[in-house]
């Protein structure tokens, strides 16, 4: 009785042992064995459940090389995107699922409404290395493969001729190439026809986004609604981890009715500074409403010069401000973000202030203080304010008082400049 369990047992074991042994030899060493494996292995890896191969040669034991392969419906990829592979050369030996030995030859990523991206490098010890190309690209879509990030949500356009070379890890790779970039629009504000270099390592990309490296900006134009044109020089744009907070090195120029206005920006955004200059010389707050308006102001000449407010520059602030530049009828909607009137004992005033665009506001106020008979004072104040970041804003404001004793000893003027900084801190 004994015996005959001993049999049955040693039998069992001896089956089990060959069959794994067929199984194993199936799988390593016939290509419809390997096929299988190799389809579980790139679907692991893509996460997708519909994978094609048109054709495979070889075996695992050895080199699998599988032609046509297709990939639809990646998850971490948008939807409707296919990826094509004409030729993948695959090798788990010695046996590895989790470290795939792979090289692709014409690698092809279709985007949705996009040009393809054309792909070719390897994949070995758990990092790849691979040279990409695209004719034309859509940024948002590379920013939402590759930088899942609130604050670049905002960031949308096109560009052409992207050429890099991809090294490292799927959560950490390195970038370096060139890129041409049509259009980059970000709140209103965009930047077009620039040639950039890049050299960014990217890491925690599960989690929050930390960016290092740099990018050249070799040239290139900015524009805001109804702001000067700039022509970006070359220029500098570094990252230290923070997405939020690259530091700046910038070179421009502008030209606003016949001045040429140069522009040199430096520093991250917080503690940026800003350095205006023109031929012929003008002062920085007047530059800055002139790159924000995109107008001279010819009236601000005269007023800074005499010390008053003369009725040209009047007529611009009520022209611009009020008549939105129209100067012939009100619009519907003025456009005014602020309107203050006063009227006390202390005196009496209005005040006007105008969002020029986004980020820039213009402000112009008139004030009567003091009692008629008893000397009296005249206060114009004119004021421009541009905001860097949400908490950081610069604003220069230049106010003129005339004063009147009695009609005896007549007027006396003075006239006071400021340049304001505001910080804003929330807790």
């Known amino acids: 009785m004994c015996f005959n369990k001993f049999s049955f047992l040693t039998i069992s074991i001896t089956s089990i042992l060959i069959l794994l042994i067929f199984a194993g030899w199936y799988f390593l060493f016939t290509a419809a064995g390997s096929k299988l494996i190799a389809r579980a292995v790139i679907s692991e890896y893509t996460e997708s459940e519909s994978v094609k191969i048109a054709e495979l040669e070889g075996n695992l034991a050895r080199k699998l090389i599988i032609e046509g392969v297709e990939i639809e419906d990646l998850r971490f990829l948008p939807s409707g995107s296919k990826l094509m592979v004409q030729k993948l050369e695959v090798c788990l030996w010695p046996v590895d699922p989790e470290r795939p030995n792979i090289k692709i030859h014409n690698g092809r990523l279709k985007f949705p409404g996009a040009g393809l991206i054309v792909f070719y490098g390897d994949y070995k010890d758990s990092s790849f290395g691979l040279n990409v190309y695209s004719k034309n690209l859509n940024i948002r879509d590379m920013l939402d493969l590759f930088a899942k990030s609130e604050y670049l949500k905002k960031i949308s356009g096109t560009a052409e001729h992207l050429d890099v070379y991809i090294r490292g890890t799927f959560l950490e790779p390195r970038l370096k190439g060139t890129l041409y970039i049509e259009k980059l629009i970000r709140n209103g504000f965009s930047m077009s026809d620039c040639s950039i270099i890049f050299d960014l390592q990217l890491k925690d990309m599960k989690e929050k986004l930390k960016i290092y490296g740099e990018i050249l900006l070799e040239s290139g134009i900015l524009s805001g609604p109804k702001t000067a044109l700039v022509n970006l020089e070359p220029s500098r744009v570094l990252f230290f981890g923070d997405t939020r907070h690259p530091s700046f090195d910038l070179k421009g120029h502008s030209k606003v009715d016949g001045v040429r206005i140069d522009i040199k920006l430096k520093g991250i955004p917080d503690e940026a500074g800003l350095k205006l200059s023109s031929q012929p010389p003008l002062a920085q707050e007047r530059l800055l409403v002139m790159l924000a308006t995109n107008r001279k ?131």
């Open 297 to 427: 102001w010819k009236g601000a000449e005269s007023s800074i010069s005499q010390g008053a407010i003369s009725a040209d520059l009047a007529s611009d602030f009520i022209d611009y401000f009020v008549f939105d530049g129209t100067g012939n009828k009100m619009k519907e909607k003025l456009g005014i973000s602020e309107f203050l009137l006063k009227f006390d004992k202390q005196g009496q005033g209005v005040k006007v202030k105008k969002s020029v665009n986004e980020k820039t506001d213009v402000s112009y106020g008139v004030e009567q203080t003091g009692v008629q008979g008893k000397g009296t004072a005249i206060s114009h104040k004119v004021g421009t304010e541009y905001k860097i970041t949400d908490t950081v804003s610069v604003g220069a404001e230049k106010e003129i008082k005339q004063e009147a004793k009695d009609t005896q000893t007549g007027e006396k003027q003075k006239t006071e400049d400021k340049v304001i900084l505001k910080y804003k801190k929330e807790f």
